[in-house]
């Protein structure tokens, strides 16, 4: 990045800079040294989306930090670029996309710089396959949904319809297809989640990306080749196409109903019908869902099964356990025709409950909400008529139970966990599996625990709204009623808030970031949405039959889910239960995208370079971006005080400044800053024509500041400061009287202190033109140790947040700003940060524990010139 610094600097073109070059270099790097300690405490967040670009960020700033520091050392610290482009490198290894890794997302090492285990999507991988020949070992190349497909048919000989797979490499070939990838990456580069009509647009922006782009002959050749190989040009066999993206249905991640599936599909829609499938991936439910779960696009290339339709009688959703009760029973729920209306919860099925500890027997059958039939008619495939007598009949017999739970008993054996399968029984009553998943049940029972007799109280004290229906995930939720009467309504969905509707639309899986619960009058404990708030620990109560009518729009409930109960207002007792489990709930935490990021952190955070005098203290060394910040800022420093005091000055001549504080301090004119009449080689506070400079001498020299005299040190802070000493050669170089310097000018003050072992740096404009006024302020370092020295860092920190400074704290380290206020407010700060500089001399060492903090900053802001006499009476 920066090879023309190699050139430039070759011995025998090394040229001395100009004092106005070497501080521009200078102010540069301490314009990128504050960039990149702002882009560390930002990312530290791990933000998700936001992350990468703030890591990205920080790269620059250390490239930036770099060539200054290489630039003002006349080529002296070259190796420290080759530092941070093998610093960088480490990074690109750890965030490199993870698609055909065989750990996949559970992978135990995210901070792996070399993998062998990862491999690329190139030829080796087919276009196609045959359901018939793969099973879960080409997981990765078709999905874990088509793989599980190909096991059940090849291993456990269960029926399963006859189709295709169309791999990752397809779905690659068309991201790499006209730059659309970075396109697209383009679209999400910086979005807010919790704005959904932002994600609503963005999603739309990029599945027009894709439609607008025209498809490669090549793809379209591919896609029909396959048909024509598995079911005959002449067939027309019509097929339902299905998303199997590498991840979805795994052991943490469902995306249960998030991307589209279309069904009865004839060769000549299917091309369109498989685009339609893959850019499902950028549906707002989607990018939502793997935003919330901390998951990257990028580990998730797109496959696609395309499967033989089913003329159904009957289809649904079986469960080898139930994920709510913890009871050892099979549920089957049960639709007659296709099962896609029960799925996305637009209806209450009927319910087969069987127990297994008793050759599966029947001891429980709900006859399901409503009945329905398929209408072209209606906007969701469903209308919806009044109960009957045929109604009731139970879509499945005994038999039909009897195999459905034979085959659930076989694949959950299998896979040994508790499995989530959908099933269909066909014109002739042959039954055959759709899918099959691992089984989603975050939260234990027991993690919601109230006393039978408290809940007893919280019914007579509280009005209960709502005291029916199904739990379809557990938890307590309190919030104001949202209610969607349109799906449209969502755009303007208020965080925190409870969704209210007719029916569990899989549409609400884009809130459920900023939901607090649901409640729908209609909808499954087996459907997709139900399935997704189980995984995020979001509460769920359906089938209320009248929720909507009940609950009133903007007023203020809690719900309970396990007990199906709403109540009128806060109940403040299960508020508190509900916080304690969701401090240990993070489920982020426990994500992909914060373990990879936790992996970054370490080439990113870790200090290693924490003693300048040490001779590892060199760019060889530097091992995070930590490391290289923190060896520029010191080496920078050292170079311009060795400048100062040793180069003469091409601005003009350089000023000892005489006044009552015992400081040495030099003042270089900048121009208009000191009186043109000066014949001497020192300057009087009089003779000073910045008005910044003078504000902050004001500050320092306000009566009662103790810049020299006794300290009040115990045992430890005294040994700190003696073996301080005896590890520093150059302590004579960082006394009290050795060089700071001030460049000014009429309106501007650049102000760099060295005091003792701590380094201050100002720098302030001040002018009639307030959107150009500013104040940077630096503090670092100190001579006892770690943990003080970090309390004195916290008290200033405190100090310059109450006067509405921008303030990033990290360990010894202070960085502050404050912008755009009026030359006044500007001067007024400056003395105040001239009297916290004299305050806060050698308070490191005195502040022996957390209440010496308080007991300064409450003194400090109440005037007082030298608070830390107050530690007096603290100790006595």
Not at 14 to 22: D, E, H
Not at 161 to 174: A, H, K, M, Q
Not at 180 to 196: P, T
Not at 357 to 378: A, C, H, M, R, W
Request: proline share 3%; glycine share 6%; with cysteine.
């Amino acid at each position: 990045m920066f090879k023309f610094l190699k050139i430039l600097f070759t011995p025998r073109s090394k040229s001395k800079l100009t004092f106005k070059k070497k501080f521009q270099q200078f102010q540069g790097l301490l314009a990128s040294n504050d960039e990149a300690h702002k882009y560390m405490s930002e990312i530290k967040i791990f933000s998700k989306a936001f992350a990468n670009n703030i890591y990205g960020n920080l790269i620059d700033s250390a490239y930036d930090i770099a060539k200054h520091l290489v630039i003002l050392s006349s080529g002296k610290y070259q190796q420290l670029i080759t530092r941070t482009e093998e610093i960088e490198e480490k990074g690109n290894q750890i965030l490199s996309p993870r698609i055909l890794c065989p750990e996949g997302w559970d992978c135990p090492d995210y901070n792996c710089q070399v993998c062998d285990k990862v491999k690329k999507i190139d030829d080796n991988i087919p276009y196609y396959y045959s359901l018939n020949e793969v099973e879960d070992e080409q997981s990765l190349e078709i999905g874990t949904k088509m793989s599980h497909l190909g096991e059940i048919k090849r291993k456990l000989q269960i029926p399963v319809p006859d189709g295709f797979c169309l791999t990752v490499r397809l779905f690659e070939d068309i991201m790499i297809d006209r730059d659309l990838r970075k396109r697209k990456d383009e679209i999400f580069y910086d979005i807010d989640f919790d704005d959904i009509k932002q994600v609503t647009k963005a999603c739309q922006e990029a599945q027009e990306l894709f439609i607008s782009t025209p498809i490669p002959n090549h793809i379209k050749e591919i896609i029909l080749d396959a048909y024509d190989k598995y079911f005959g040009i002449s067939n027309n066999v019509l097929v339902s196409v299905r998303s199997s993206a590498i991840g979805e249905d795994s052991a943490n991640y469902s995306f249960a109903g998030l991307h589209f599936s279309a069904l009865n599909v004839s060769r000549e829609n299917l091309v369109d019908a498989v685009y339609e499938v893959l850019i499902s991936k950028y549906s707002p439910q989607s990018v939502v869902y793997r935003y919330i779960s901390g998951l990257r696009d990028e580990d998730m290339p797109m496959s696609v099964g395309c499967l033989k339709m089913v003329n159904a009688k009957a289809a649904g959703v079986m469960f080898t356990t139930d994920p709510i009760h913890k009871k050892d029973v099979l549920i089957i729920n049960a639709v007659k025709g296709l099962g896609t209306v029960a799925v996305s919860g637009r209806v209450s099925p009927q319910s087969f409950i069987l127990d297994k500890q008793n050759n599966f027997n029947l001891i429980g059958f709900t006859p399901g909400v409503q009945d329905y039939k398929e209408s072209p008619k209606s906007t969701d495939g469903v209308e919806k008529i009044k109960l009957d007598n045929k109604s009731v009949i139970p879509c499945l017999n005994e038999n039909q139970l009897k195999e459905l739970a034979d085959y659930a008993t076989r694949i959950r054996n299998h896979y040994g966990y508790d499995q989530d399968i959908e099933w269909v029984i066909d014109e002739n009553d042959k039954i055959m599996i759709l899918q099959a998943r691992q089984l989603q049940s975050k939260r234990k029972k027991e993690d919601i625990f109230i006393d039978k007799d408290e809940l007893k109280i919280l019914d007579r004290k509280y009005k209960i709204l709502i005291n029916h229906g199904d739990c379809a995930s557990t938890g307590i939720a309190t919030g104001k009623v949202f209610v969607v009467n349109n799906i449209k309504d969502i755009n303007d969905f208020p965080k925190g808030s409870i969704v209210v509707s007719k029916k569990n639309l899989p549409e609400f899986t884009s809130l459920i970031h900023k939901a607090s619960g649901f409640i729908t009058d209609v909808g499954s404990t087996t459907g997709h949405l139900s399935i997704i708030a189980r995984e995020q620990n979001t509460p769920v109560i359906t089938n209320t039959l009248n929720g909507t009518d009940i609950l009133n729009n903007g007023s203020e409930v809690t719900m309970f889910a396990d007990e199906c109960k709403v109540f009128e207002g806060r109940v403040d007792k299960l508020i508190e239960v509900s916080d304690k489990i969701k401090e240990s709930d993070n489920l982020f935490l426990k994500s992909p995208l914060y373990r990879l990021w936790h992996g970054v952190s370490k080439i990113v955070f870790k200090l290693n370079l924490t003693n300048p005098n040490s001779a590892k203290f060199s760019p060889e060394y530097c091992q995070t971006f930590h490391d290289v910040i923190r060896f520029a800022h010191e080496v920078s420093m050292k170079e311009m005080f060795a400048f100062y005091e040793t180069a003469r000055m091409d601005s003009g001549k350089t000023f000892k400044l005489k006044f009552e504080v015992p400081l040495n301090i030099y003042v270089i004119d900048l121009g208009g800053g000191i009186k043109n009449d000066i014949i001497n080689n020192s300057v009087r506070v009089d003779e000073i024509l910045s008005l910044p400079f003078l504000s902050l001498i004001k500050g320092m020299t306000t009566p009662g500041i103790e810049w020299g005299g006794p300290l009040s040190i115990d045992a430890k802070g005294f040994l700190n400061i003696m073996m301080t000493n005896l590890s520093d050669p150059h302590k004579a170089e960082r006394d009290i009287g050795s060089r700071s310097y001030a460049l000014i000018s009429d309106n501007y003050v650049n102000f760099f202190s060295r005091l003792g072992y701590h380094f201050s740096r100002l720098d302030s404009l001040a002018s009639n033109e307030v959107n150009n006024n500013y104040i940077n302020f630096h503090f670092r370092g100190g001579a006892a140790d770690q943990v003080r020295k970090e309390r004195r860092a916290k008290a200033i920190t405190r100090i310059l947040e109450s006067l509405h400074f921008t303030v990033i704290h990290r360990g010894d380290t202070v960085i502050s700003n404050i912008r755009k206020i009026h030359e006044e407010d500007i001067h007024r700060l400056l003395q105040e940060i001239g009297r916290l500089m004299g305050a806060v001399r050698n308070t490191d060492v005195t502040m022996l524990t957390d209440n010496h903090v308080d007991v300064f900053v409450e003194g400090f802001l109440e005037g007082e010139a030298a608070p830390v006499k107050r530690f007096y009476k603290l100790e006595n």
